[in-house]
């Protein structure tokens, strides 16, 4: 197993520009996650999908969007890039979610080696 | 005030050395914790979860306080492997998100 993968590594854009980073995951995990990780700030939550279908908004939000194109693939996409959205990136995934059984699942999640996007 | 606070440190120690970490929650009605490690330029990975009645493993131990909301971490026999930032981690129990907390994270170096 893979474990979850993003693409790409880097990136280097510029003000204005747009791109989506891609996460997949390979453990039929049912809830994905993207994190923002600044220097100080530890983890913030962006956007996460509790199960296939469903999104929604975490603690910053804005500037993005997301795409839970299917149970394996959550993807995050920057319409117009700004110089303060340089920072790394992490997608994570859990067996936890909306549709996940009862008490057993466990909490752990699982993190991508992440994107290092600098917006110039 | 954050959901979960941690001193950042850094905490400079020589190898051997034993180093606890502390970190306080806001939320009472957290259900899991966690200690999570980041090494530089790395993705987070789980190191152990946290027990009410206290856990280890090998030279980790890991300490819960509710009534005092704060969770802890001891590194005894510190080994230069083990410098890294340590992330503390709740589960806040709103929903079945699987959402959780993270701590900004306490630098550790480990010096020979």
């Known amino acids: 197993n893979a474990g979850v993968t993003q693409t790409p590594k880097f990136q280097v854009l510029k003000t204005g520009q747009s791109m989506t980073l891609q996460c997949a995951q390979d453990?039929?995990?049912?809830?994905m996650y993207w994190y923002r990780q600044d220097p100080g700030m530890g983890l913030r939550l962006i956007y996460y999908?509790?199960?296939?279908?469903?999104?929604d908004k975490g603690e910053v939000p804005n500037g993005y969007n997301v795409s839970r194109l299917n149970k394996r693939e959550f993807s995050l996409r920057l319409e117009s890039a700004a110089p303060s959205q340089t920072s790394v990136y992490f997608c994570?995934?859990?067996?936890?979610?909306?549709?996940?059984?009862?008490?057993?699942?466990?909490?752990?999640?699982?993190f991508g080696p992440g994107t290092r996007l600098t917006v110039t | 005030r954050k959901e979960v606070e941690q001193d950042p440190g850094p905490f400079n120690v020589p190898e051997g050395a034993t180093v606890a970490f502390n970190c306080t929650y806001s939320n009472s009605a957290s259900q899991s914790f966690f200690w999570y490690r980041q090494d530089c330029r790395k993705e987070p990975k789980l190191l152990m979860s946290?027990?009410?009645s206290g856990n280890e493993d090998g030279r980790f131990t890991a300490q819960l306080n509710r009534a005092s909301q704060y969770i802890s971490l001891l590194i005894r026999d510190s080994k230069l492997s083990d410098s890294a930032t340590y992330l503390c981690v709740v589960n806040p129990g709103s929903s079945n998100t699987g959402k959780l907390i993270f701590g900004q994270g306490t630098t550790l170096q480990v010096k020979p």
């Open positions: 994570a995934s859990t067996m936890r979610g909306l549709l996940a059984r009862g008490g057993s699942s466990s909490y752990e999640q699982y």
């Open positions: 999908s509790a199960s296939e279908g469903t999104t």
């Open positions: 946290v027990y009410s």
């Open positions: 453990m039929n995990h049912n809830s």
